[in-house]
């Protein structure tokens, strides 16, 4: 049972490239959810997704898109890197209780 | 919207000595609570989690927390502290106005643990 799947683990972007963060989950579950870390910040949301085809804003949306086509997908993408999104990034995804959330092992983002 | 602070960046102690981890959440309706523990370079781990019953939760590592709703409370202890316990921690609530699909976290604190 693989749970979500990050990846790259680690990449290293040139200010204005794009990339897209990967994860995918294999437990069913209906929603799914992206957070940055950044030292003394804690964890902030950035989008997150209850359903296929459905999507949201967190708490730092700004220069991040999501889409969710698929149950088991929720890719992150930066269109034009910033070295303000140098970041480790968690995808995380949960059943409709709420009372469990499991998370990615994380992909470590800098832009230079 | 629900919010989380953690007392303390930084909190230092001895091996063998007690562990208190200071968490306060503001929720307008019974929250579920977590606890996360994070060693340098790796991942989230769940230590405990508060939905519902107990208040009392035990957690892996001898870890435990107590919910205590008059303070708005859920601080983590663990009696004996050892050294593989140096990591960070972080505490974190349920989102209701996400429908429960997100947490909302403290900034963390990291434990110290001398010997």
């Known amino acids: 049972n693989a749970g979500v799947t990050q990846t790259p683990k680690f990449q290293v972007l040139k200010t204005g490239q794009s990339m897209t963060l990967q994860c995918a989950q294999d437990m069913n579950h209906e929603y799914m959810s992206w957070y940055r870390q950044d030292p003394g910040m804690g964890l902030r949301l950035i989008h997150y997704?209850?359903?296929?085809?459905?999507?949201d804003q967190g708490e730092v949306p700004n220069g991040y898109n999501v889409s969710r086509s698929t149950t088991e997908d929720f890719p992150l993408r930066l269109l034009s890197a910033a070295p303000s999104q140098t970041s480790v990034y968690f995808c995380a995804s949960s059943p409709p209780t709420g009372n469990t959330i499991y998370f990615g092992e994380g992909s470590w983002l800098t832009v230079v | 919207a629900q919010s989380v602070t953690q007392l303390g960046s930084h909190v230092s102690v001895s091996e063998g000595a007690l562990v208190l981890l200071r968490c306060n959440y503001s929720?307008?309706?019974?929250?579920?609570l977590f606890w996360y523990v994070q060693y340098p370079n790796q991942g989230l781990q769940l230590l405990l989690k508060y939905t519902t019953g107990a208040t009392l939760v035990k957690g892996i590592n001898g870890f435990e927390a107590e919910f205590k709703k008059s303070e708005t409370s859920f601080h983590l202890t663990k009696p004996s502290a050892h050294m593989s316990d140096a990591a960070e921690y972080f505490c974190a609530v349920i989102n209701m106005n996400s429908g429960y699909s997100t947490l909302t976290f403290g900034k963390g604190t990291m434990l110290l643990v001398s010997p």
């Open positions: 929720s307008s309706v019974p929250p579920y």
């Open positions: 997704s209850v359903g296929a085809g459905i999507t």
